[in-house]
C-alpha cells in the first residue's frame, strides 16, 4: 500500500499575539494546529468546522455555530463532561453503556456490523482485538472515528484493547498489531523482574503503542492476586503476594495513564485504565474459574477478603501521579460467596453491596464501572462459556441490565444492543421514577464522557498512519521488550554450575510431543496430537552443534510445560453418573483426590439438582504427562551429562517430578526461545525471582485456602534450596538483593 498520507499543505491562518494557528491536510482528516492550544483533529466531511473564538480555535461538534461548554478545551474534563451528558439523550446514554464484543480489523474499512453499532446502536466504546497490521488499523480507526464524528454532538468512538504486547502472535489480543508490536513477557512474567522501572517501562511503551494505534482504554492491569495455585487465569495476574501486586498496579496504572509534562497528568499520550477484576477473582473453589458456571463461585475460607482488595484500595485506586486513580473498574464474573452481609450471592456485577457498599461509598471510587464480558445473556450449560448471569439467572435480560445499573455498573461488557439497557431505564422509572432514573443514568454518561475528555479525543480522535507504522514495534522499544524478557527468567536450579554451557557444544534437542489439548476460549475445540520441535532448530545452531545422537551430545536441552488437565468440571464424570466436578492437579502424574473437602463451601445452580460439589476420590490426568516422561528418559539417555530443562508455567507444577532429572532448570513465563538461549550460553545473568510458590505435592495444593497466599509447603531440591516466593538462582548463587529483602516472605 502507497503512503499517501503525507501533509499536503501547511497555512498560516491566523497569527496572534501568543497563538499561531496552522492547517495540516492528511488524506483521512485535517488537523489545525495551535501554539497556545491543543491540535485538533476533523473530517471535512462529516459536517464539523472548526470555530475560531478569544484567537483560540474550537471543533463546533455539534455544529450549531457556537461554542458549547463542551466543546470549549479551556474547561475541565469534569465540566465538559457534565455538559454534554445534560445534553444527550437516553437513547444516546444508553449507546455509551455498551461495549462491544471483540472486533478483529483486516481491513482499512469498518464492516457493516460496526458501522451499524455506531449509527444505530449509537455505541461507542469499541474493543480491538486481531489486527492485520499496525498501518491498517490506523487507517480502520480514523475511517471509524469520521462516521462517528458526523453523528449528532460529534462524539467520537473510545478504542480499547485487552493486553496485547505478548512474545506470541497468534491469538485474539497477542496478535497485538500483526505481531508487530514491542514485546514483553506475560503478567506472571513482568512480576518475576520484581522491577518497578521495568513495570514503569513497559506500561508507558505500550501505552505510546496504544495511542499511536488509536486505542485510548487498556482493559488491564489484571490486579487478582492469584491465591489459588490451580486457577487458569495465575498467568495473567502479577501474583498471589499483595506487597508485589500492589506496588505494581500502582506503578502500572500511572505510566499508562499519565502523559509526561501534564499537570493533571491526562492528555494525548494517556491510555485509561480498567483495572480487574473487582473484588478479585483468584479465589475460586477448588481452582475453577467463573468463565464456565462450574466456576461461579469465589470463597473465602481463611477469611481474607480484605488482602485481595489491596491491589486496588492501595494501588490501582491511590496512585502516586496526577491522574490519582485508575479510570474505571471492571468487576470479575465469580459470586463472592458469604461476603454481602445481606446473605445475597449473585456475581460482583450485580452486587450493589460489592459495587456500590464497598468501591464507590467505601473506597471513594467515582469512575466507570464496566461488567466483564456478556454477563447478562443466558447460559445453557454448565460446560459452556456463553453468558456469565451467576445468581440472577431467574431474572430477564432486561431485568439483568437493570440490576447490573441497581448495583452500580455504568456499562455492559461485550453487549452491543441498547433495547435492553432503556428497558433498565423505564424500569427504573416504574421503580424510583422518572426524576431518579435521569440523574442515574446521566450519572454513569458523566463518567464515561469524561475518560473521553481526558485523553484528549474529542479534540483529535485521529492517528497519522506513517507515524503508526513507524513508532508500533519500533527498534528501541522492541529491545526493550526483550530485555525485559531476559530479565523475567528465573533460574530455579544449576547443579555444580553446570550453566552458562558454551556456544559451539553439542546438544542433544529431541522432538516435543503435542498432545491433543484444550483451550481457554474454546472447550469444545482440542487440538491434534503431534511431535514438533519446541524451538526452531535454525536457531539453536546459532548457538550450538545439533545431534540425534544423545552418545554424541555435549548436553540434552528440553522444552517442556506445566501440566495441563481438567478444569475442575468433566462432561465424562456426568456421562459416568456424576456430578461433574473433578480435581485440578498440578502434577503430569494421574491424581485421585483422597483428601478434598467432602461438603464445597458453595454450590448449587438452576441447571443441577445438587449443591454439594466435592470431587473428592475423583481423578484428573494431564494432557501432556509425556513432557514428564521425556525429561525422564532423556536423563537415562544422557547419564552423567548434563539435561537442561526449560520450562513455561502457565502456573504452579510439582517440580518433584522433573527436577531430580535436571541439571538445569529454566523458567520462562511467555518469552522468545532466543531469551532462554541468552541466557543458557552466558550472554545474560539470571535475574527473576519465583513469582509464586511451587508446592511440595498436590496434598499441599489441595489443603492450602484459597483466599490465602504463601500458604503451601514448598519443594526442596536436590541442592538444598527451596522453590519459594521470591527465590532465584544467578551465577553468583542465591539472590539476596534489595528485591529479595523487600518482597520474600521466608
Same mark, same amino acid.
Given at each position: 500500500?502507497?503512503?499517501?498520507?503525507?501533509?499536503?499543505?501547511?497555512?498560516?491562518?491566523?497569527?496572534?499575539?501568543?497563538?499561531?494557528?496552522?492547517?495540516?491536510?492528511?488524506?483521512?482528516?485535517?488537523?489545525?494546529?495551535?501554539?497556545?492550544?491543543?491540535?485538533?483533529?476533523?473530517?471535512?466531511?462529516?459536517?464539523?468546522? &472548526?470555530?475560531?473564538?478569544?484567537?483560540?480555535?474550537?471543533?463546533?461538534?455539534?455544529?450549531?455555530?457556537?461554542?458549547?461548554?463542551?466543546?470549549?478545551?479551556?474547561?475541565?474534563? +469534569?465540566?465538559?463532561?457534565?455538559?454534554?451528558?445534560?445534553?444527550?439523550?437516553?437513547?444516546?446514554?444508553?449507546?455509551?453503556?455498551? $461495549?462491544?464484543?471483540?472486533?478483529?480489523?483486516?481491513?482499512?474499512?469498518?464492516?457493516?456490523? #460496526?458501522? /451499524?453499532?455506531?449509527?444505530?446502536?449509537?455505541?461507542?466504546?469499541?474493543?480491538?482485538?486481531?489486527?492485520?497490521?499496525?498501518?491498517?488499523?490506523?487507517?480502520?480507526?480514523?475511517?471509524?472515528?469520521?462516521?462517528?464524528?458526523?453523528?449528532?454532538?460529534?462524539?467520537?468512538?473510545? %478504542?480499547?484493547?485487552?493486553?496485547?504486547?505478548?512474545?506470541?502472535? =497468534?491469538?485474539?489480543?497477542?496478535?497485538?498489531?500483526?505481531?508487530?508490536?514491542?514485546?514483553?513477557?506475560?503478567?506472571?512474567?513482568?512480576?518475576?523482574?520484581?522491577?518497578?522501572?521495568?513495570?514503569?517501562?513497559?506500561?508507558? #511503551?505500550?501505552?505510546?503503542?496504544?495511542?499511536?494505534?488509536?486505542?485510548?482504554?487498556?482493559?488491564?492491569?489484571?490486579?487478582?492476586?492469584?491465591?489459588?495455585?490451580?486457577?487458569?487465569?495465575?498467568?495473567?495476574?502479577?501474583?498471589?503476594?499483595?506487597?508485589?501486586?500492589?506496588?505494581?498496579?500502582?506503578?502500572?496504572?500511572?505510566?499508562?495513564?499519565?502523559?509526561?509534562?501534564?499537570?493533571?497528568?491526562?492528555?494525548?499520550? @494517556?491510555?485509561?485504565?480498567?483495572?480487574?477484576?473487582?473484588?478479585?477473582?483468584?479465589?475460586?473453589?477448588?481452582?475453577?474459574?467463573?468463565?464456565?458456571?462450574?466456576?461461579?463461585?469465589?470463597?473465602?475460607?481463611?477469611?481474607?477478603?480484605?488482602?485481595?482488595?489491596?491491589?486496588?484500595?492501595?494501588?490501582?485506586?491511590?496512585?502516586?501521579?496526577?491522574?490519582?486513580?485508575?479510570?474505571?473498574?471492571?468487576?470479575?464474573?465469580?459470586?463472592?460467596?458469604?461476603?454481602?452481609?445481606?446473605?445475597?450471592?449473585?456475581?460482583?456485577? $450485580? +452486587?450493589?453491596?460489592?459495587?456500590?457498599?464497598?468501591?464507590?461509598?467505601?473506597?471513594?471510587?467515582?469512575?466507570?464501572?464496566?461488567?466483564?464480558?456478556?454477563?447478562?445473556?443466558?447460559?445453557?450449560?454448565?460446560?459452556?462459556?456463553?453468558?456469565?448471569?451467576?445468581?440472577?439467572?431467574?431474572?430477564?435480560?432486561?431485568?439483568?441490565?437493570? *440490576?447490573?445499573?441497581?448495583?452500580?455498573?455504568?456499562?455492559?461488557?461485550?453487549?452491543?444492543?441498547?433495547?435492553?439497557?432503556?428497558?433498565?431505564?423505564?424500569?427504573?422509572?416504574?421503580?424510583?421514577?422518572?426524576? @431518579?432514573?435521569?440523574?442515574?443514568?446521566?450519572?454513569?454518561?458523566?463518567?464515561?464522557?469524561?475518560?473521553?475528555?481526558?485523553?484528549?479525543?474529542?479534540?483529535?480522535?485521529?492517528?497519522?498512519?506513517?507515524?503508526?507504522?513507524?513508532?508500533?514495534?519500533?527498534?528501541?522499544?522492541?529491545?526493550?521488550?526483550?530485555?525485559?524478557?531476559?530479565?523475567?527468567?528465573?533460574?530455579?536450579?544449576?547443579?555444580?554450575?553446570?550453566?552458562?554451557?558454551?556456544?559451539?557444544?553439542?546438544?542433544?534437542?529431541?522432538?516435543?510431543?503435542?498432545?491433543?489439548?484444550?483451550?481457554?476460549?474454546?472447550?469444545?475445540?482440542?487440538? #491434534?496430537?503431534?511431535?514438533?520441535?519446541?524451538?526452531?532448530?535454525?536457531? &539453536?545452531?546459532?548457538?550450538?552443534?545439533?545431534? =540425534?545422537?544423545?552418545?554424541?551430545?555435549?548436553?540434552?536441552?528440553?522444552?517442556?510445560?506445566?501440566?495441563?488437565?481438567?478444569?475442575?468440571?468433566?462432561?465424562?464424570?456426568? *456421562?459416568?453418573?456424576?456430578?461433574?466436578?473433578?480435581?485440578?492437579?498440578?502434577?503430569?502424574?494421574?491424581?485421585?483426590?483422597?483428601?478434598?473437602?467432602?461438603? +464445597?463451601?458453595?454450590?448449587?445452580?438452576?441447571?443441577? +439438582?445438587?449443591?454439594?460439589?466435592?470431587?473428592?476420590?475423583?481423578?484428573?490426568? @494431564?494432557?501432556?504427562?509425556?513432557?514428564?516422561?521425556?525429561?525422564?528418559?532423556?536423563?537415562?539417555?544422557?547419564?552423567?551429562?548434563?539435561?537442561?530443562?526449560?520450562?513455561?508455567?502457565?502456573?504452579?507444577?510439582?517440580?518433584?517430578?522433573?527436577?531430580?532429572? @535436571?541439571?538445569?532448570?529454566?523458567?520462562?513465563?511467555?518469552?522468545?526461545?532466543?531469551?532462554?538461549?541468552?541466557?543458557?550460553?552466558?550472554?545474560?545473568?539470571?535475574?527473576?525471582?519465583?513469582?509464586?510458590?511451587?508446592?511440595?505435592?498436590?496434598?499441599?495444593?489441595?489443603?492450602?485456602?484459597?483466599?490465602?497466599?504463601?500458604?503451601?509447603?514448598?519443594?526442596?531440591?536436590?541442592?538444598?534450596?527451596?522453590?519459594?516466593?521470591?527465590?532465584?538462582? %544467578?551465577?553468583?548463587? &542465591?539472590?539476596?538483593? /534489595?528485591?529479595?529483602?523487600?518482597?520474600?516472605?521466608?
Amino acid at each position: 500500500m502507497k503512503h499517501s498520507h503525507i501533509v499536503l499543505i501547511v497555512l498560516v491562518l491566523l497569527t496572534a499575539c501568543k497563538n499561531t494557528i496552522t492547517e495540516q491536510r492528511y488524506s483521512q482528516f485535517i488537523l489545525i494546529q495551535q501554539t497556545q492550544g491543543p491540535d485538533l483533529g476533523y473530517n471535512p466531511l462529516s459536517g464539523v468546522s &472548526i470555530l475560531y473564538q478569544d484567537d483560540y480555535a474550537f471543533k463546533d461538534l455539534n455544529q450549531n455555530g457556537e461554542l458549547d461548554i463542551y466543546e470549549d478545551w479551556r474547561e475541565t474534563p +469534569s465540566k465538559r463532561a457534565q455538559d454534554l451528558a445534560q445534553q444527550i439523550s437516553i437513547e444516546q446514554i444508553a449507546g455509551l453503556m455498551l $461495549y462491544s464484543p471483540h472486533m478483529v480489523v483486516n481491513d482499512s474499512v469498518p464492516n457493516e456490523k #460496526i458501522t /451499524a453499532c455506531l449509527l444505530q446502536d449509537q455505541m461507542r466504546h469499541i474493543l480491538v482485538t486481531k489486527v492485520k497490521n499496525a498501518y491498517t488499523a490506523a487507517l480502520w480507526h480514523n475511517n471509524l472515528q469520521a462516521i462517528a464524528e458526523a453523528q449528532p454532538f460529534g462524539i467520537p468512538t473510545n %478504542n480499547s484493547s485487552d493486553p496485547r504486547n505478548y512474545t506470541e502472535a =497468534d491469538g485474539e489480543f497477542n496478535a497485538g498489531s500483526g505481531g508487530d508490536i514491542s514485546q514483553w513477557p506475560r503478567e506472571i512474567g513482568l512480576a518475576a523482574t520484581f522491577d518497578m522501572d521495568i513495570i514503569h517501562r513497559h506500561a508507558h #511503551i505500550a501505552s505510546i503503542e496504544y495511542r499511536a494505534l488509536g486505542i485510548t482504554t487498556t482493559l488491564s492491569p489484571q490486579i487478582d492476586l492469584s491465591t489459588d495455585p490451580r486457577w487458569r487465569r495465575f498467568y495473567g495476574t502479577f501474583s498471589e503476594d499483595a506487597d508485589l501486586c500492589t506496588d505494581i498496579a500502582r506503578v502500572y496504572t500511572d505510566a499508562f495513564q499519565t502523559t509526561p509534562g501534564s499537570p493533571t497528568g491526562w492528555g494525548n499520550l @494517556s491510555v485509561n485504565c480498567m483495572a480487574k477484576h473487582w473484588p478479585g477473582g483468584g479465589t475460586g473453589e477448588g481452582g475453577r474459574d467463573a468463565h464456565y458456571c462450574f466456576g461461579q463461585y469465589g470463597v473465602y475460607p481463611g477469611n481474607n477478603f480484605e488482602e485481595h482488595l489491596l491491589p486496588f484500595t492501595q494501588g490501582a485506586l491511590q496512585l502516586d501521579g496526577p491522574t490519582s486513580s485508575a479510570a474505571a473498574i471492571m468487576p470479575y464474573y465469580t459470586i463472592s460467596y458469604g461476603i454481602d452481609p445481606s446473605g445475597e450471592n449473585v456475581a460482583n456485577g $450485580y +452486587s450493589r453491596y460489592i459495587i456500590t457498599d464497598l468501591l464507590r461509598e467505601k473506597y471513594g471510587f467515582n469512575g466507570v464501572v464496566c461488567t466483564d464480558w456478556i454477563i447478562t445473556a443466558d447460559n445453557p450449560s454448565v460446560e459452556t462459556m456463553n453468558g456469565k448471569p451467576w445468581g440472577v439467572e431467574h431474572l430477564s435480560v432486561e431485568e439483568r441490565h437493570f *440490576q447490573a445499573i441497581y448495583a452500580g455498573c455504568d456499562q455492559f461488557g461485550g453487549n452491543d444492543d441498547k433495547q435492553p439497557i432503556l428497558a433498565a431505564y423505564q424500569l427504573w422509572c416504574q421503580r424510583f421514577g422518572k426524576e @431518579s432514573a435521569e440523574q442515574r443514568f446521566r450519572a454513569s454518561a458523566q463518567r464515561l464522557l469524561l475518560n473521553f475528555f481526558r485523553v484528549g479525543v474529542f479534540e483529535n480522535p485521529y492517528v497519522d498512519p506513517n507515524y503508526t507504522a513507524q513508532v508500533v514495534g519500533c527498534k528501541e522499544f522492541v529491545e526493550e521488550g526483550y530485555d525485559a524478557q531476559l530479565k523475567s527468567i528465573v533460574m530455579l536450579k544449576n547443579h555444580q554450575q553446570v550453566m552458562p554451557i558454551k556456544k559451539g557444544a553439542k546438544v542433544y534437542f529431541p522432538k516435543r510431543y503435542y498432545p491433543a489439548s484444550i483451550g481457554f476460549f474454546s472447550r469444545h475445540q482440542p487440538n #491434534i496430537a503431534h511431535y514438533d520441535w519446541q524451538i526452531d532448530t535454525a536457531l &539453536i545452531k546459532q548457538y550450538y552443534q545439533l545431534t =540425534d545422537n544423545p552418545d554424541e551430545a555435549d548436553f540434552a536441552l528440553l522444552y517442556i510445560f506445566s501440566p495441563e488437565g481438567n478444569w475442575g468440571y468433566s462432561e465424562k464424570d456426568v *456421562q459416568q453418573g456424576g456430578t461433574g466436578y473433578v480435581p485440578i492437579s498440578l502434577q503430569y502424574e494421574d491424581y485421585t483426590a483422597t483428601n478434598a473437602r467432602a461438603q +464445597s463451601i458453595a454450590g448449587g445452580d438452576i441447571k443441577e +439438582s445438587f449443591t454439594n460439589r466435592t470431587y473428592l476420590g475423583k481423578s484428573d490426568y @494431564s494432557y501432556n504427562r509425556y513432557d514428564m516422561l521425556q525429561v525422564i528418559q532423556t536423563k537415562q539417555l544422557m547419564g552423567d551429562k548434563p539435561v537442561i530443562v526449560l520450562v513455561q508455567p502457565a502456573r504452579p507444577f510439582i517440580p518433584a517430578e522433573i527436577e531430580p532429572y @535436571s541439571d538445569g532448570l529454566l523458567l520462562g513465563f511467555g518469552v522468545k526461545d532466543q531469551a532462554y538461549l541468552d541466557i543458557l550460553c552466558g550472554d545474560a545473568e539470571p535475574y527473576g525471582l519465583l513469582p509464586m510458590q511451587l508446592p511440595k505435592d498436590m496434598h499441599t495444593v489441595e489443603t492450602q485456602l484459597e483466599d490465602v497466599a504463601h500458604d503451601m509447603e514448598c519443594y526442596t531440591d536436590a541442592d538444598g534450596h527451596i522453590y519459594d516466593f521470591a527465590f532465584g538462582l %544467578n551465577w553468583h548463587g &542465591i539472590i539476596r538483593d /534489595a528485591r529479595v529483602k523487600k518482597y520474600a516472605k521466608h
